[in-house]
């Protein structure tokens, strides 16, 4: 050390001669400052830089730190070559530099401790000190520099050479770096003020070291883990800087600086910060950066997005980790609230949010703290309203935490979650998404129960009130004789005769007399006394002075005859209140939630106490009501969410209603039931969320053993069977067979339904029926659970006492039936399918059980009945002997009872039970029994030809050419067979000709049995077709409904063998379809037009506007299922969508909610394929435009808007927009006009829109005039204003719109031009011809066949429309523009595309040689 002194006093004098500045740039110091300003005096070339530095590092060695004195210029020129200089070289020089410098401040107390210190020697410390901290910061720079340029630019490819470079020139760097500011923050924890002479330390300096750690922080890869000791290094370093040297101001504005500028380093700053106010006590600095960032201009921080992340982010970090800080400065951002940016909105909430979870919370908080967390809850709640959505999102964010925390006082609960439930219909998908997360977080939080029922809540809410008015009634009572009610009277004068004398003086202005006195004495002495509990002694006193007059000589009212008024008055109020005291007036009790008066005094300190604590529960019991009520109204809103496009959204209103379930929701359950039909869902995610929220519903219940779980997993399953429709349970049984797929089902359960199926374990018939259900549904997943009990199943569930419970023997031929179900195609596909022999016991049971039936009244038999003759055909061997058994035991059955009838017939009275054609009579169950039995057995037969029998053929013929090939293969091995004969095989075999031309003979067979041998005189259903015809052809004689309906049903059915039989039948099928009076026969019949319509479409294309028609039938049934069926056929392509489509976009306004639902889901699904729904738009707006639909107008809106919601092309947008002009050319009534331009408002205007829309301007000019016309014009174009940012784009807009409105003018112009020249009026709206209250016309009954004719083939008709065309059209809009633009793309043709067309097996024409005439 002594050594480094007497060093330092050799070079004392030399070094007092120069002062070395730190320069504001490198070549500062090149360039001559001026006398005694130290200078770099040559920069040596980079090979003569490795002595130069040997030769610093033996000077270091022989005089310490202030070798560098002589050494600087080597080290400069060092920096100055820093890119070409070897890393060898560059690395000696940071270890030396370190060296230097750790070794100075190593010296540097001694050395400021000596007393004796000459200038010259302070000053060469000083210099040296100065220059030793740049070259270091100066290579630290480099270092960093070349680092960060390393790891932006490391492109090369090949691991090795990339290995050996960043191991040469990172690794010593990423080594040092760490122990080298370290070495900085020890130097600056030195008393360095005194080489300054005591004085400040120059800010240069200052900046020079800090300098570096700011350099350092601007590397985006800082805030990994792996640096974490380098981000503690520098912040210890700067808590250096600003703790020993004022570094605060400029701390400041370099954290702003790059705050705005570097992204990534809003965290570093956020840990620095909160570590300096904390651990070194620079507290103030929080206050300055967050005024700094306060006082940002929010319109100049808006424009600078990257800029408000940056502090965004900071406030927002800042405030989790000190929040006590962040309540002290939080006025100061208070301004962002108003700003333009979202972020600095977010941030800013973010921070109140923070403060609320961390600082304002619990219950034992001061008045003042209280106030302000109320007022950031209310600032909170203001900004759930926000303009963007970003911030409404992040306000519901943040309550969800505060409410899962539990910090949200009680008092808050309801406004926050009505706010909660109104974002719901946010338009916003995030935000919907985060109020479901919010209202999820309430009910799992809630602090009033686990069962959040409105009904069971409501009834001990009534008990407690009454409890609470009854204590109050006793309070009062007992609280009466502790002050008189004269001396109360005496309290209270003084303010009553104020009262009294001011009803002698003028009314102020503003005062009006409101009240009047009551018709009875009585009434007005009640009024009177309780305005005087109220207080309310102006008012008193008024209607007292009026009682006066208008009541003389009454009491109270005439008393002894007072000196004035005033005296007179004050005499009837003191009687009053003294004589009413006792009692009190029921319009003055509390309100429930009200607390005590404050005049009501109860002197024992025990029953106040009581009180006060009933008025607390009642008051929890109303909350919990009201948040009950709130719940159940989010339910509703979040249903309707299941079915959403967005993925999130339908997983978030899944997550909620298991959430709901969980607290004993009565409503939840529809909900629970309603995402059922999402299991099949193509979304992955969504089916999950489903199998996910029924396991948790259902698969985890609670429960001591083993068997107590699965009753109470049976009781939850069976529970949402009830009422269920068959698709609920269809999806439930794919939801259970998915779990038993994944053994996520106990055996204990399968073994508890077996139990209960066969009455071991002790139930009720629908729990039987539903244990049932439930082993179908577990066999569609292991079909063993049915096979190893078969002989259970059909011993227990249809045996002799069938008849007692049809619903259970129906239920148990649909769980029998799991067993027919096809193999998986992994098995083989030639197996031949699971059949039982015709003597099982099991059809054995079924015959004897539909026989017995068959003769007994019962409204079950019937689907009983289809269910057993369905699985005789799926599992029987020879079913059709069996089934035609049953139908020949049935009809000996019917045979006998008509022979009973034929003995009582000469009894003149008839049962009102039993049809008659005169001569005989049945009861009418037993011949709708018998027909239904003919129908099912038909359907069924067919059935089991075209799938079964087909199937079986096939399967065998395979199995044929397979031995055969086997054959032939095993003698190819033994003798060689001819070339020729080889290569005419195998070429048919590529060609698939053997097998399809075989396809083609058992098709044909199949066909050719239907056609000529199943309605055949031979045949038994040949036997009971003219039953069928008798019954439908004579609705008179046969009028009762049910047998109607089932006559109408096995018509159709029977229709379904024979083409032929069809053909000659359809008239007469869709005759009754017309003009049917019932409902349930117009319902069977369009059920049945729907299955020929697929299976024979040739036949039925020329009735399908009769389908059509029955979408406007007056039954809402009936239009749901004429609904249903044409969606399918059109979806299906059977059913051309040209033309009467538009009859399906009139249930989109149907007053059944159903109806209307089925309609948008036909539109949803045909807006799958393609472009059919654009193409189709031209018909729909032309027909619905009508005056002949008689559409109201509201209602073709409301349509337009749904059917224009799937025009989303711009191409399409354009074209549509040009054709709608074109159309105002035809059209010929104001509403024509009126419906156009609404369509046109209806769709998103382009910029190529606005130029198809100024082309056709004459096209809609003249009818301008319109007030509605012109004002959806305008509505268009201030949309598309407010849409377009380009200037030109704008003026082609107000050029288009100054057009207009010219025209506007111009026709009104005239109209009053026409008006003053003619007086004659401009004329009206033209008026819709009157039709009838509605579009459904009642049904007529009359069968006339004048009235109901043959559609003739389509040519004959071609031809007679050609015929017709001579008188004038209606004035119906048709799209002639569609046949005008013949150059359209075919994308954009409003016809059908080839693809969209139709497609079926057989062209859709009428073949005259197919058809009987």
């Not at 005439?558 to 007036?585: Q, W």
């Not at 992994?826 to 049971?845: E, S, T, V, Y």
């Not at 059944?1152 to 189709?1176: H, P, R, W």
Request: proline fraction near 5%; aromatic fraction near 6%.
């Amino acid at each position: 050390m002594m050594a480094a002194v007497a060093a330092a006093g050799a070079v004392g004098p030399a070094a007092a001669g120069w002062e070395f500045h730190l320069p504001l740039a490198p070549a500062d110091l090149l360039r001559d400052g001026g006398p005694g300003r130290y200078t770099v005096q040559e920069v040596l070339p980079a090979r003569e830089l490795l002595p130069a530095l040997s030769a610093f590092r033996a000077a270091f060695r022989a005089r310490g730190a202030l070798a560098v004195l002589q050494h600087f210029d080597p080290l400069y020129s060092l920096l100055h070559h820093f890119g070409a200089v070897g890393t060898d070289v560059k690395e000696d020089a940071l270890e030396l530099m370190m060296q230097v410098v750790s070794r100075h401040s190593n010296e540097l107390p001694t050395i400021l401790g000596d007393s004796g210190l000459s200038c010259g020697e302070r000053a060469a410390h000083l210099n040296a000190l100065k220059m030793n901290c740049y070259l270091l910061t100066g290579l630290v720079d480099a270092f960093e520099t070349e680092t960060c340029k390393s790891a932006l630019l490391e492109v090369d490819p090949g691991g090795k050479n990339k290995k050996n470079r960043a191991k040469t020139s990172g690794s010593l760097w990423e080594e040092e770096r760490d122990p080298l500011l370290r070495l900085l923050t020890q130097l600056l924890q030195l008393d360095l003020r005194q080489l300054w002479s005591g004085l400040v330390v120059e800010e240069e300096f200052v900046s020079l070291m800090t300098g570096t750690c700011y350099r350092i922080l601007e590397n985006p890869g800082i805030g990994l883990q792996k640096y974490r000791a380098t981000r503690e290094a520098v912040i210890h370093l700067l808590a250096a800087a600003l703790t020993h040297y004022d570094h605060m101001f400029s701390a400041t504005l370099k954290i702003t600086q790059m705050l705005q500028h570097f992204e990534h380093v809003a965290p570093v700053f956020a840990q620095a910060v909160s570590l300096w106010a904390t651990e070194y006590g620079l507290k103030s600095l929080v206050g300055e950066l967050l005024r700094e960032i306060g006082q940002k201009c929010p319109q100049d921080v808006a424009r600078d997005a990257s800029g408000m992340k940056g502090y965004a982010a900071f406030v927002t970090e800042l405030a989790e980790q000190i929040p006590a800080l962040m309540l002290s400065n939080m006025s100061v951002l208070l301004r962002h609230l108003d700003g333009e940016s979202y972020m600095m909105r977010n941030a800013v909430l973010a921070a109140m949010a923070e403060v609320l979870l961390q600082v304002l919370n619990g219950d034992q908080l001061e008045e003042a703290a209280r106030g302000t967390r109320d007022q950031f809850l209310g600032i909170l709640q203001a900004h759930v309203c926000d303009i963007h959505s970003f911030v409404r999102s992040r306000v519901l964010q943040l309550f969800t935490r505060i409410v899962q925390c539990k910090v949200l006082p009680l008092t808050q609960f309801q406004s926050v979650v009505s706010l909660a439930v109104g974002r719901l219909q946010d338009k916003s998908v995030v935000v919907v998404k985060n109020a479901i997360q919010l209202l999820a977080a309430f009910l799992s939080n809630n602090p009033f129960s686990c069962k959040l029922s409105c009904a069971d809540l409501a009834e001990p809410l009534k008990k407690e009130v009454r409890k609470l008015q009854e204590m109050r009634n006793c309070g009062r009572s007992t609280a009466a004789p502790v002050i008189s009610p004269e001396e109360e009277w005496e309290a209270m004068l003084p303010e009553v005769r104020a009262a009294v004398q001011h009803l002698f003086q003028p009314l102020q202005e503003g005062e009006e007399e409101v009240l009047e006195v009551e018709e009875t004495v009585e009434s007005t002495l009640e009024q009177i006394t309780g305005l005087l509990r109220k207080l309310n002694y102006k008012s008193a006193a008024r209607l007292t002075q009026k009682a006066l007059c208008r009541f003389p000589g009454k009491e109270p009212f005439s008393g002894p005859v007072e000196e004035n008024e005033e005296a007179a008055i004050l005499g009837v109020l003191k009687r009053l209140y003294t004589g009413s005291c006792p009692g009190e007036n029921s319009e003055d009790s509390p309100s429930v939630t009200s607390s005590l008066k404050a005049e009501e005094v109860v002197p024992e300190e025990q029953p106040q106490t009581e009180l006060v604590k009933q008025e607390m529960l009642v008051q929890y019991l109303q909350d919990a009501y009201n948040f009950s009520v709130k719940i159940t109204e989010a339910l509703g809103l979040i249903s309707k969410m299941m079915y959403e496009n967005c993925v999130s959204v339908v997983q978030e209103a899944i997550e909620f209603f298991v959430t709901v379930s969980q607290f004993g929701v009565p409503q939840a359950l529809p909900g629970v039931r309603r995402m059922l039909p999402l299991i099949w869902s193509k979304e992955p995610g969504i089916k999950e969320a489903v199998l996910n929220a029924y396991r948790r519903l259902y698969l985890s219940p609670s429960g001591n053993s083993e068997r107590a779980r699965a009753q109470g997993l049976v009781h939850s399953l069976s529970l949402i069977m009830v009422d269920a429709s068959l698709g609920m349970i269809q999806c439930l049984e794919e939801i259970i067979s998915e779990f038993v797929q994944k053994d996520e089902i106990k055996p204990a359960v399968i073994q508890l339904l077996w139990e209960r199926f066969t009455g071991k374990s002790p139930c009720s018939s629908l729990e039987r029926r539903a244990a049932v259900m439930l082993l179908g549904m577990m066999a569609r997943g292991k079909p063993e659970i049915i096979g190893s009990n078969l002989d259970v199943l059909v011993t227990v569930g249809l045996s002799e006492k069938v008849c007692e419970d049809y619903h259970l023997a129906q239920e148990v031929c649909y769980v029998i039936s799991k067993l027919a179900t096809p193999p998986k195609p992994a098995q083989g596909k030639n197996k031949a399918p699971f059949r039982l022999p015709q003597d099982h016991m099991l059809f054995g049971c079924l015959s004897e059980a539909l026989s017995k039936g068959f003769a007994k009244p019962s409204g079950h038999w019937i689907p009983f009945m289809e269910a057993a003759v369905m699985l005789i055909y799926q599992l029987a061997e020879g079913a059709e002997e069996i089934c035609a058994h049953i139908l020949q035991v049935c009809s000996q059955q019917a045979l006998e009872k008509l022979q009973e009838a034929d003995g009582e017939k000469a009894d003149p009275r008839v049962s009102p039970g039993r049809v008659s054609d005169g001569a005989s009579s049945l009861p009418t169950f037993l011949l709708m029994h018998l027909l239904s039995l003919v129908g099912q057995v038909a359907l069924q037969q067919v059935a089991h030809l075209e799938v079964s029998v087909s199937a079986e053929l096939r399967r065998r013929r395979i199995l044929r050419e397979e031995e055969k090939t086997k054959k032939q293969s095993d003698s190819s091995m033994k003798k060689k067979r001819p070339q020729s004969t080889g290569n005419e095989t195998t070429m048919e075999e590529e060609l698939g000709l053997v097998g399809a031309s075989a396809d083609d003979t058992e098709a044909e067979l199949i066909r050719s049995i239907c056609e000529t041998e199943l309605l055949d005189g031979k045949h038994l259903f040949s036997a009971f077709v003219p039953l069928v015809l008798k019954i439908c052809n004579n609705p008179g004689l046969y009028s009762d409904p049910a047998l109607s309906a089932a006559a109408a049903l096995t018509l159709g059915k029977v229709c379904m063998i024979s083409s032929e039989f069809c053909d000659s039948h359809l008239r007469l099928l869709f005759t009754m379809m017309e003009k049917s009076s019932l409902p349930g026969v117009r319902s069977n019949l369009i059920l049945a037009a729907g299955d020929l319509a697929i299976r024979f479409p040739n036949l039925v294309e020329p009735w399908t506007s009769h389908l059509y028609a029955r979408l406007q039938d007056p039954c809402p049934s009936v239009r749901q299922t004429a609904g249903l069926v044409m969606t399918h056929l059109i979806l299906k392509d059977m059913v051309k969508v040209k033309g009467q489509v538009s009859e399906m976009a009139t249930l989109l306004v149907d007053p059944e909610d159903t109806i209307m639902g089925v309609a948008q889901n036909f539109f949803n699904e045909l807006s799958n394929k393609g472009n059919a729904i654009y193409n189709l738009l031209p018909d729909i707006i032309s027909r619905l435009s009508d005056p002949s639909c008689n559409l109201e107008e509201e209602s073709f809106h409301t349509i337009m808007r749904h059917l224009f919601s799937y025009i989303t092309k711009d191409k399409q947008t354009e074209s549509l927009v040009e054709k709608l002009c074109q159309r105002f050319r035809t059209a010929r009534t104001e509403r024509q006009y009126r419906d156009l331009s609404h369509c046109l408002t209806l769709l998103p205007l382009s910029e190529r829109g606005l130029h198809k829309l100024q082309d056709n301007f004459d096209c809609f000019a003249d009818k301008l005039q319109d007030p509605a016309v012109y004002s959806c014009f305008q509505t268009l174009l201030a949309r598309f204003r407010r849409a377009v940012s380009k200037p030109e784009t704008k003026a082609l807009a107000e050029e288009l719109e100054q057009k207009m409105s010219a025209s506007h003018n111009r026709g009104l112009d005239s109209a009053e031009m026409c008006q003053e020249g003619r007086g004659t009026p401009v004329p009206e709206t033209a008026k819709q011809k009157p039709t009838g209250s509605s579009r459904r016309q009642p049904l007529s009954t009359a069968n006339r066949d004048e009235d109901f004719v043959t559609p003739p083939p389509r040519t004959l008709r071609n031809q007679k429309r050609a015929q017709k065309r001579h008188p004038p059209k209606k004035a119906v809009i048709t799209f002639s523009s569609d046949e005008e633009d013949s150059s359209e793309d075919d994308e954009l043709s409003a016809e059908l595309t080839e693809e969209e067309t139709p497609t079926t097996t057989t062209p859709i024409t009428r073949s005259s040689a197919r058809r009987r005439h």
